[in-house]
């Protein structure tokens, strides 16, 4: 088992050692484009903090008004505010430039106030829809944990005389802090890594320029993508330190929760969600639909490829979903049952593909297939936009792989050693309907990411091979708003259809009554 967890840490560990190699390689060149690089790191640092902050502030706020309050329809809200996870940035940033633009849902609201509509270029637009499209990474965690939690504290604290304010700030929010933080670390490692978003909405992050220099300045694309490797193992040391410090999980609730009474602040709060839903999920699907609607009405759109698009997409996310969790089991198994250095290391390799953006890690595998003999007929084939897939989505099969393993008893194990001797019919039999659960939720969290994924497949896919997330990419390019209406439609249906079967049918955040 050591043997394979070494080779496991081994190829996801092999587009950062590339690029560190090939960036040293660049001698003194590598002082000037460094310095030149500087500028969109800081960028790129700057729209991290703040759209992680405003997750953070924005998901922990939703999760408390959807579990601990009273306000109505909290149940049907709650699905509502999760359904932005799953756009695609890029595909909800190409919404709202429509939505702003002559004839768009948002275009004709403004204009009966004789406001003209914003121009969507910069920091502050990336910002804003970047925001709106990461908060359920935070919300998730935060309402699971408020749901588990024992509302006793809080009570308590209500009938010494503090307000609801006073008791979420003292009492309820310092046993949110490793949820809050934990989401917002990925809604960090999310934005470091983003690039249909920042490039259409002209946001000059290091995403953006390791795509524009790919091929005429390869000195600046490796050491923009040493940087950002760089940042990405710096947040992994972060996370595996604040790992290691968590908290106890505290009290459980053992008692129904008796909703806080909002009383004034009811219109407020209900306007707050509302706004919130519709500007992270109606507006962008209001703007797809009408881009759908107007060419199909003018005959427009070809259907044939949108679904062979659909079919690639949902093929490579369900080949890929079983190659991840096949990968990272045995390194899974050895985190839990046998801690050893070999295993540390190779779970930081892992952790840290999630860390690097999809570009790098597909630049990276580029030169791999390129530069050694031995991997040069994998150059373009989907085997090798596979391997970019499960080096980037790996650590989300990881936490499900660790889950699985701790769902069989070392008790039930060495009981059904005794019984059964044989080891497949053990697997089968006794530890797999066991670990089913994780698994399915872990592969499910790695097909969503790998069907919304843009610059790897860019990149890597085979000549031909189109999935609905370069075919909308590839239309908004071309002006061909009605497909990319119809292919975003696609692409968030696929989305969703994964999502509840996979992942939110089974969370109790969804299931809490």
């Given amino acids: 088992m050591v043997v394979q967890v070494a080779i496991v840490g081994a190829v996801f560990a092999l587009p950062g050692t590339f690029v560190l190699l090939r960036t040293l390689q660049l001698g003194d060149e590598l002082v000037s484009t460094l310095r030149s690089s500087l500028a969109p790191l800081g960028r790129t640092m700057l729209l991290a903090v703040t759209v ?45 430039l429509a939505a702003l633009a002559n004839g768009g ?43 588990a939690l024992s509302p006793a504290l809080e009570e308590s604290a209500r009938m010494l005389g503090r307000s609801a304010v ?32 920042v490039q259409l909405l002209g946001y000059d992050t290091l995403t953006r320029v390791i795509f524009a ?49 909002l009383r004034r602040w009811r219109a407020g709060a209900g306007s707050f969600v509302a706004v919130v839903c519709l500007f992270g999920l109606l507006v962008p699907i209001a703007s797809l639909a009408t881009w759908a609607w107007r060419g199909i009405a003018d005959g427009r759109v070809g259907f044939d490829g949108l679904l062979e698009a659909a079919w690639n997409t949902a093929g490579v996310g369900v080949l890929t979903a079983i190659v991840a969790v096949a990968t990272v089991l045995p390194l899974a198994a050895l985190l839990v049952r046998h801690r050893s250095r070999a295993g540390d290391i190779a779970s930081i390799a892992v952790v840290a593909g999630f860390a690097v ?71 089968t039999t006794v530890d797999f309907p066991l670990m089913r659960p994780s698994l399915v939720s872990g592969g499910g969290l790695v097909l969503l990411s790998t069907v919304k994924e843009l610059p790897a497949t860019l990149l890597l896919a085979p000549t031909g091979f189109r999935t609905l997330a370069t075919e909308v990419w590839g239309s908004y390019e071309d002006g061909f708003y009605a497909e990319v209406g119809v292919g975003g439609l696609l692409l968030v249906a696929l989305s969703a259809g994964l999502t509840w079967l996979l992942v939110l049918r089974r969370s109790d955040v969804i299931r809490q009554r």
């Fill in 357 to 427: 953006p999809g570009l790098v890690i597909a630049l990276s595998l580029v030169f791999w297939t390129l530069n050694a003999p031995v991997f040069g007929v994998l150059y373009q084939t989907l085997p090798l936009l596979i391997a970019a897939y499960v080096v980037h989505f790996g650590a989300q099969a990881l936490g499900a792989g660790e889950d699985s393993i701790r769902a069989v008893p070392q008790s039930m194990r060495e009981s059904s050693r005794l019984l059964e001797p044989s080891k497949i019919r053990r697997l």
């Fill in 105 to 147: 849902v948002l275009h004709g609201a403004l204009s009966l106030f004789g406001v003209d509509p914003p121009r969507l270029r910069g920091f502050w637009p990336s910002w804003f829809v970047l925001s709106l499209f990461t908060y359920p990474y935070v919300f998730l965690p935060v309402a699971a944990r408020l749901l």
């Fill in 52 to 96: 992680s902050a405003t997750a953070a502030v924005l998901g922990t706020a939703l999760a408390w008004l959807l579990v601990r309050s009273d306000l109505p329809a909290r149940n049907v809200l709650r699905i509502l505010v999760v359904l932005p996870l799953v756009l695609p940035s890029f595909v909800g940033a190409a919404a709202f």
């Fill in 213 to 261: 220099t790919r091929l005429s300045d390869r000195a600046t694309s490796f050491t923009a993508s040493l940087l950002l490797i760089a940042l990405a193992l710096v947040v992994v040391m972060l996370e595996r330190s604040q790992h290691s410090h968590a908290e106890e999980a505290g009290p459980v609730r053992v008692h129904a929760i008796r909703p806080v009474k």
């Fill in 166 to 197: 006073e008791t979420f700030r003292d009492v309820t929010l310092p046993q949110l802090n490793r949820s809050i933080g934990s989401g917002a670390l990925l809604v960090f490692l999310y934005t470091v890594s983003e690039f249909g978003a």
